[in-house]
């Protein structure tokens, strides 16, 4: 029997062809090629990374910029107050604060996981809104989340693809990555999180005011920072900084705080500096209590989670 069908379903055959099952599609193909090394990998367009894990790594904290992740093999399960996202070959990852939650990756040697971390500038967004985008959101009602893992459509899968074929260039990645990047960004601004993209650069939603005060402490976050000093870079006041923070990164602000220190300090290890002077740069004045807190976050000592993190896949 033969099948007839449209000429708007028959150009997508051979993307679903590709995600039918994992290792199989052409951008996992590109991805095998351009990411020879283990781990996060940067390339010459500076708001794009690569992923590779021939290993699988059990949950642990890791700490993302607003990104849209896309996986082609593999997956990714994340966690956060509470509730848990898959992001894999059939579902893409949208982040739009910055963030520190629980991730695990699965990969292995035969299979690893393969993928591509597009970080999202706020500015690129507000050009984007300054167009008057009228394309539909379907996430502009009830709560927002500030990170979720919503279905791969066949534009993002598209884009991402001719964003790896461009890689293998310098100079067509030069010339066509940058738009490429702003199309992908366009993509998730009207898909399921397109809301939550939209609020990072709309200040005077309460998403935005949060948002504000994210940025602070990520600029900040080794100066004494209080909850009163946060509430006001928010607009807002104490009480109601408080509930909104904690609903949209599942912390209070000082605990936000706290981790997002602690982050910083395990990237400046990694880097070689000593835990001591690690924890004075991120504004540890006690380094013991420094390893405690850091013991407590990531289940091992500086210097355990230090050697781990060498070889581990995390972004930090």
Known sequence: M??????????????????SGEGSSRLAGLLTELATAEGFLATCLPDVRLMRSTETYPSA???YDPSVVIIAQGRKHGRLGGRVFTYDARNYLVLSVPLPFECETIGT???????????????????????????????????????????????IYDAATRLAECLRSSFDARVLGPQI????????????????????????????????ALRRIHIDYADALD??????????????????????????????????????????MVAGTSVAEAARRVGY????????????????????????????????
């Open 61 to 63: 904290p890791v700490s």
């Open 109 to 155: 040697a035969e299979e690893p996981l393969l993928g591509m971390a597009v970080r999202v500038n706020p500015s690129t967004v507000a050009e984007l809104l300054l167009l008057e985008l009228d394309a539909p959101l379907s996430g502009t009602k009830g709560l927002l989340h500030a990170i979720d893992a919503v279905p791969l459509t066949p534009e």
């Open 2 to 19: 033969t099948i007839f069908l449209p000429d708007s379903l028959r150009k997508w055959l051979p993307y679903y062809s590709n995600v």
């Open 227 to 268: 909850v009163g000093a946060l509430a006001r870079e928010a607009g807002m006041s104490i009480s109601t900084f408080h509930a909104n923070f904690k609903a949209i990164t599942a912390k209070p602000p000082l605990r936000y705080l706290q981790t997002i220190r602690l982050h910083k300090a395990q990237v400046l």
């Open 181 to 212: 990047v702003r199309e992908i960004i366009y993509r998730a601004l009207c898909g399921p999180q397109g809301a939550a993209l939209r609020a990072l650069a709309t200040p005077q939603s309460s998403f935005g005011q949060i948002a504000r």
């Open 285 to 316: 004045e006690s380094p013991s209590q420094f390893s405690r807190e850091f013991k407590r976050l990531f289940g091992g000592t500086p210097k355990q989670i230090t050697h781990r993190s060498r070889v581990a896949l995390s972004m930090s």
